[in-house]
T-cell receptor, first 113, second 114 residues
Framework: NAGVTQTPKFRILKIGQSMTLQCTQD?????MYWYRQDPGMGLKLIYY???????DKGEVPNGYNVSRSTTEDFPLRLELAAPSQTSVYFC????????????FGPGTRLTVT | AQSVSQHNHHVILSEAASLELGCNYS??????LFWYVQYPGQHLQLLLK??????LVKGIKGFEAEFIKSKFSFNLRKPSVQWSDTAEYFC????????????FGTGTLLAVQP
Protein backbone atom coordinates (compact mmCIF):
# COMPACT_ATOMS: atom_id res chain seq x y z
CA ASN A 1 0.00 0.00 0.00
CA ALA A 2 1.20 3.50 -0.81
CA GLY A 3 -0.87 4.86 2.09
CA VAL A 4 -1.72 8.55 1.75
CA THR A 5 -0.12 10.36 -1.17
CA GLN A 6 -0.13 14.09 -1.87
CA THR A 7 0.85 16.14 -4.89
CA PRO A 8 2.59 18.43 -5.46
CA LYS A 9 5.34 18.43 -2.82
CA PHE A 10 6.10 22.11 -3.29
CA ARG A 11 4.36 24.98 -5.01
CA ILE A 12 4.76 28.72 -5.29
CA LEU A 13 1.66 30.72 -6.17
CA LYS A 14 1.11 34.36 -6.91
CA ILE A 15 -1.59 36.22 -5.00
CA GLY A 16 -4.97 35.61 -6.61
CA GLN A 17 -4.01 32.41 -8.39
CA SER A 18 -5.90 29.17 -7.88
CA MET A 19 -4.71 25.63 -7.39
CA THR A 20 -5.79 22.20 -6.24
CA LEU A 21 -3.85 20.10 -3.79
CA GLN A 22 -4.35 16.44 -4.50
CA CYS A 23 -4.73 13.72 -1.87
CA THR A 24 -5.27 10.01 -2.50
CA GLN A 25 -5.41 7.06 -0.11
CA ASP A 26 -5.45 3.38 -0.99
CA UNK A 27 -6.50 2.00 2.39
CA UNK A 28 -10.25 2.20 1.75
CA UNK A 29 -10.62 4.64 4.63
CA UNK A 30 -13.98 6.31 5.08
CA UNK A 31 -12.61 9.42 6.75
CA MET A 32 -10.28 11.98 5.24
CA TYR A 33 -8.95 15.29 6.56
CA TRP A 34 -7.03 18.34 5.48
CA TYR A 35 -4.81 20.16 7.95
CA ARG A 36 -2.51 23.12 7.70
CA GLN A 37 0.62 23.37 9.79
CA ASP A 38 2.11 26.72 10.69
CA PRO A 39 5.23 27.19 12.87
CA GLY A 40 4.37 27.20 16.57
CA MET A 41 0.68 26.66 15.85
CA GLY A 42 0.41 22.90 15.52
CA LEU A 43 -2.04 21.48 13.02
CA LYS A 44 -5.39 23.07 12.32
CA LEU A 45 -8.22 21.19 10.64
CA ILE A 46 -9.43 22.83 7.43
CA TYR A 47 -12.04 20.39 6.13
CA TYR A 48 -12.92 16.78 6.64
CA UNK A 49 -15.05 14.11 5.02
CA UNK A 50 -16.75 11.07 6.52
CA UNK A 51 -17.39 9.43 3.18
CA UNK A 52 -17.86 10.01 -0.53
CA UNK A 53 -20.19 12.95 -1.11
CA UNK A 54 -20.02 14.18 2.50
CA UNK A 55 -17.77 17.02 3.59
CA ASP A 56 -17.77 19.50 6.45
CA LYS A 57 -15.80 22.48 7.72
CA GLY A 58 -13.09 22.25 10.31
CA GLU A 59 -11.52 25.03 12.39
CA VAL A 60 -10.07 27.13 9.54
CA PRO A 61 -12.10 26.61 6.32
CA ASN A 62 -12.10 30.16 4.94
CA GLY A 63 -10.46 30.44 1.53
CA TYR A 64 -10.65 26.72 0.81
CA ASN A 65 -13.03 24.26 -0.78
CA VAL A 66 -13.14 20.49 -0.96
CA SER A 67 -15.00 17.73 -2.73
CA ARG A 68 -15.16 13.97 -2.22
CA SER A 69 -16.49 12.17 -5.24
CA THR A 70 -14.70 8.89 -4.50
CA THR A 71 -13.52 7.09 -1.39
CA GLU A 72 -9.89 7.42 -2.49
CA ASP A 73 -9.59 11.11 -3.39
CA PHE A 74 -10.05 14.27 -1.37
CA PRO A 75 -8.72 17.34 -3.24
CA LEU A 76 -8.36 20.74 -1.56
CA ARG A 77 -8.99 23.80 -3.69
CA LEU A 78 -7.59 27.29 -3.12
CA GLU A 79 -9.59 29.71 -5.26
CA LEU A 80 -7.86 33.06 -4.68
CA ALA A 81 -4.53 32.47 -3.04
CA ALA A 82 -3.50 34.90 -0.30
CA PRO A 83 -0.19 35.22 1.61
CA SER A 84 -1.99 33.98 4.74
CA GLN A 85 -2.35 30.63 3.02
CA THR A 86 1.40 30.09 2.96
CA SER A 87 1.72 26.91 4.98
CA VAL A 88 2.38 23.19 4.89
CA TYR A 89 -0.72 21.20 4.08
CA PHE A 90 -1.25 17.65 5.28
CA CYS A 91 -3.90 15.22 4.21
CA UNK A 92 -4.84 12.35 6.51
CA UNK A 93 -7.21 9.43 6.50
CA UNK A 94 -8.66 7.01 9.03
CA UNK A 95 -11.07 4.17 9.36
CA UNK A 96 -13.51 4.67 12.19
CA UNK A 97 -12.77 1.65 14.28
CA UNK A 98 -11.30 0.97 17.67
CA UNK A 99 -7.99 2.43 16.57
CA UNK A 100 -9.07 5.93 15.53
CA UNK A 101 -5.54 6.41 14.20
CA UNK A 102 -5.10 8.94 11.43
CA UNK A 103 -2.52 8.25 8.74
CA PHE A 104 -0.80 11.27 7.25
CA GLY A 105 0.55 12.06 3.83
CA PRO A 106 3.96 13.64 3.21
CA GLY A 107 2.62 17.17 2.92
CA THR A 108 2.58 20.00 0.39
CA ARG A 109 4.62 23.11 1.11
CA LEU A 110 2.82 26.10 -0.39
CA THR A 111 4.16 29.62 -0.65
CA VAL A 112 1.96 32.49 -1.80
CA THR A 113 3.80 35.66 -2.84
CA ALA B 1 -14.64 22.95 23.10
CA GLN B 2 -11.73 20.57 23.29
CA SER B 3 -8.24 21.97 23.51
CA VAL B 4 -4.74 20.61 24.01
CA SER B 5 -1.85 22.39 25.70
CA GLN B 6 1.79 21.53 25.30
CA HIS B 7 3.77 23.67 27.69
CA ASN B 8 7.26 22.94 26.42
CA HIS B 9 7.71 24.60 23.05
CA HIS B 10 11.39 23.90 22.63
CA VAL B 11 13.47 21.37 24.56
CA ILE B 12 17.20 20.76 24.23
CA LEU B 13 18.73 17.65 25.77
CA SER B 14 21.99 15.78 25.63
CA GLU B 15 22.05 12.18 24.51
CA ALA B 16 21.14 9.71 27.29
CA ALA B 17 19.16 12.33 29.20
CA SER B 18 15.61 11.50 30.23
CA LEU B 19 12.69 13.15 28.49
CA GLU B 20 9.27 14.20 29.69
CA LEU B 21 6.99 16.32 27.51
CA GLY B 22 3.84 17.69 29.05
CA CYS B 23 0.39 17.49 27.50
CA ASN B 24 -2.86 18.64 29.09
CA TYR B 25 -6.26 18.55 27.48
CA SER B 26 -9.64 19.98 28.25
CA UNK B 27 -12.60 17.75 27.61
CA UNK B 28 -15.06 16.38 30.08
CA UNK B 29 -15.99 13.15 28.39
CA UNK B 30 -14.23 10.01 27.30
CA UNK B 31 -11.15 10.79 25.26
CA UNK B 32 -8.73 9.06 22.99
CA LEU B 33 -5.20 10.44 23.27
CA PHE B 34 -2.30 10.35 20.87
CA TRP B 35 1.30 11.36 20.51
CA TYR B 36 2.56 11.93 16.98
CA VAL B 37 6.14 12.60 15.93
CA GLN B 38 7.39 14.54 12.93
CA TYR B 39 11.04 13.96 12.03
CA PRO B 40 12.74 16.71 10.02
CA GLY B 41 11.28 16.88 6.53
CA GLN B 42 8.87 14.00 7.12
CA HIS B 43 5.18 13.57 7.74
CA LEU B 44 3.54 12.83 11.07
CA GLN B 45 3.80 9.32 12.42
CA LEU B 46 1.97 7.80 15.37
CA LEU B 47 4.15 7.19 18.43
CA LEU B 48 1.50 5.82 20.75
CA LYS B 49 -2.17 6.07 21.63
CA UNK B 50 -4.48 5.60 24.59
CA UNK B 51 -8.10 4.46 24.38
CA UNK B 52 -8.85 2.61 27.59
CA UNK B 53 -7.38 0.18 30.06
CA UNK B 54 -3.86 0.45 31.42
CA UNK B 55 -3.09 4.19 31.73
CA LEU B 56 0.59 3.54 31.01
CA VAL B 57 0.94 3.15 27.29
CA LYS B 58 4.06 1.98 25.51
CA GLY B 59 4.81 3.03 21.97
CA ILE B 60 7.50 2.70 19.39
CA LYS B 61 11.19 3.53 19.86
CA GLY B 62 11.08 3.22 23.65
CA PHE B 63 8.54 5.97 24.24
CA GLU B 64 5.75 5.71 26.78
CA ALA B 65 3.00 7.95 28.07
CA GLU B 66 0.86 7.99 31.17
CA PHE B 67 -2.78 9.00 31.17
CA ILE B 68 -3.75 10.68 34.45
CA LYS B 69 -7.46 11.35 34.25
CA SER B 70 -7.60 13.48 37.40
CA LYS B 71 -4.99 15.83 35.96
CA PHE B 72 -6.27 15.74 32.37
CA SER B 73 -2.72 14.90 31.37
CA PHE B 74 -0.99 12.57 28.94
CA ASN B 75 2.74 13.18 29.32
CA LEU B 76 5.28 11.57 27.02
CA ARG B 77 8.42 10.01 28.47
CA LYS B 78 11.59 8.31 27.37
CA PRO B 79 14.28 7.21 29.83
CA SER B 80 17.25 7.87 27.54
CA VAL B 81 17.03 9.96 24.38
CA GLN B 82 19.16 9.54 21.27
CA TRP B 83 20.24 12.02 18.66
CA SER B 84 17.76 10.36 16.27
CA ASP B 85 14.89 11.45 18.54
CA THR B 86 15.37 15.02 17.33
CA ALA B 87 11.92 15.88 16.00
CA GLU B 88 8.73 17.76 16.72
CA TYR B 89 6.23 16.01 18.99
CA PHE B 90 2.51 16.63 18.92
CA CYS B 91 -0.09 15.62 21.45
CA UNK B 92 -3.64 15.19 20.13
CA UNK B 93 -7.05 14.42 21.57
CA UNK B 94 -10.15 12.95 20.07
CA UNK B 95 -13.48 12.91 21.83
CA UNK B 96 -14.69 9.94 19.84
CA UNK B 97 -17.89 10.35 17.94
CA UNK B 98 -18.76 10.02 14.30
CA UNK B 99 -16.15 12.31 12.83
CA UNK B 100 -12.90 11.20 14.51
CA UNK B 101 -11.60 14.76 14.46
CA UNK B 102 -8.27 15.30 16.18
CA UNK B 103 -7.37 18.44 18.11
CA PHE B 104 -3.62 18.97 18.14
CA GLY B 105 -1.39 20.80 20.55
CA THR B 106 1.07 23.36 19.25
CA GLY B 107 3.95 20.91 19.31
CA THR B 108 7.27 20.57 21.15
CA LEU B 109 10.47 20.80 19.20
CA LEU B 110 13.06 18.46 20.71
CA ALA B 111 16.73 18.86 19.84
CA VAL B 112 19.07 16.15 21.11
CA GLN B 113 22.72 17.06 21.15
CA PRO B 114 25.27 14.29 20.62
Amino acid sequence: NAGVTQTPKFRILKIGQSMTLQCTQDMNHNYMYWYRQDPGMGLKLIYYSVGAGITDKGEVPNGYNVSRSTTEDFPLRLELAAPSQTSVYFCASSYLSDSYEQYFGPGTRLTVT
Amino acid sequence: AQSVSQHNHHVILSEAASLELGCNYSYGGTVNLFWYVQYPGQHLQLLLKYFSGDPLVKGIKGFEAEFIKSKFSFNLRKPSVQWSDTAEYFCAVNGGGATNKLIFGTGTLLAVQP
